[in-house]
């Protein structure tokens, strides 16, 4: 199952900072310059964990913040670009 994180980083070498924007930017949205919103499952995070941690150095920082789905519809509108489909959508079908 997917849900939205909220991941920033602060990378203090341009090179791998390049590096670590591009690989986000694979996996979701930039809604502010070193802040994305990606939705994930457990699996593909843990992929996207490993291929940063390849790029960044231990002077550098991760964050990487779940967003429960009503979270997610709360995130302030002066963040970029349309956050519509940032709330989870009701299941049009009900398993019985």
Known sequence: MKHWHLITYDVRDPKRLRKAAKTLEGYGTRIQYS???I?????TLERLHWELGQILADEDDLLVIPLCPTC???VP?????DQSDWTDRPQ???IV
């Open 39 to 43: 939705r994930l499952d457990a699996n």
């Open 92 to 94: 049009s079908f009900k």
């Open 77 to 81: 509108l002066h963040s970029t670009g």
């Open 72 to 74: 997610a519809g709360k």
């Open 35 to 37: 802040v994305f919103r």
